[in-house]
Antibody, heavy 121, light 110 residues
Framework: EVQLLESGGGLVQPGGSLRLSCAAS????????MSWVRQAPGKGLEWVSA????????YYADSVKGRFTISRDNSKNTLYLQMNSLRAEDTAVYYC??????????????WGQGTLVTVSS | QSALTQPASVSGSPGQSITISCTGT?????????VSWYQQHPGKAPNLVIY???NRPSGVSIRFSGSKSGNTASLTISGLQAEDEADYYC??????????FGGGTKLTVL
């Protein structure tokens, strides 16, 4: 069964930085696009960013463009999200999600359990 | 990109059918057959129940079905069961090469 395990969340001050990681297993990581999706406390889902299987193509939501960077290391089966210039409104549970076979930013077939990021002074 | 519009809540009795709507624009729902639906129980990660408008992933009950007409997609759950009580989110690919979610619908099984 596909496994996705996020880490790196925590408390950070406004303007600070944080890097999230997502360790993938039980599938051929490089064959699949990956995304980050977040959920603010008590709120709905918001797509954040996506990356192709090779890492050569990336997409970002307008709300994080220029501040967040998605990347992946296929040799380590790991997805990353570098978050800079963090704001209070970035406070959320961040989910790593695997896309469906052969697609990107189309649907999210498997999800991790999430890691909480809290931006507060 | 504005969120897709879903009803805040729907309810039904065990055994009944319910439908949740998801309204967007011609730049998202109406323009592509890339609408998906997710079920989320409290404190849990979302779970895909419908993709590409009407396809059901392996392991998802046949009681779940999806459709689309114009700018509105719909999720129907037939034969409601207590375990179906959860939040449901629709999402769509957009013309801006992004994904937009609906605001979510809380399903209560009476």
């Amino acid at each position: 069964e596909v496994q996705l395990l996020e880490s790196g969340g925590g408390l950070v001050q406004p303007g600070g930085s944080l890097r999230l990681s997502c360790a993938a297993s039980k599938f051929t990581f490089s064959n699949y696009a990956m995304s980050w999706v977040r959920q603010a406390p008590g709120k709905g889902l918001e797509w954040v960013s996506a990356i192709s299987g090779s890492g050569g193509t990336t997409y970002y939501a307008d709300s994080v463009k220029g501040r967040f960077t998605i990347s992946r290391d296929n040799s380590k089966n790991t997805l990353y999200l570098q978050m800079n210039s963090l704001r209070a409104e970035d406070t959320a549970v961040y989910y790593c999600a695997r896309e469906g076979p052969g697609v990107i930013i189309q649907y999210f077939q498997h999800w991790g359990q999430g890691t909480l990021v809290t931006v507060s002074s | 990109q504005s969120a897709l519009t879903q009803p805040a809540s729907v309810s039904g009795s065990p055994g009944q059918s319910i439908t949740i709507s998801c309204t967007g624009t011609s730049s998202d729902v109406g323009g592509y057959n890339y609408v998906s639906w997710y079920q989320q129980h409290p404190g849990k990660a979302p779970n895909l129940v419908i993709y590409d408008v009407s396809n059901r992933p392996s392991g998802v009950s046949i009681r779940f079905s999806g459709s689309k007409s114009g700018n509105t997609a719909s999720l129907t759950i037939s034969g409601l069961q207590a375990e179906d009580e959860a939040d449901y989110y629709c999402s769509s690919y957009t013309s801006s090469s992004s994904v937009v979610f609906g605001g979510g619908t809380k399903l209560t099984v009476l």
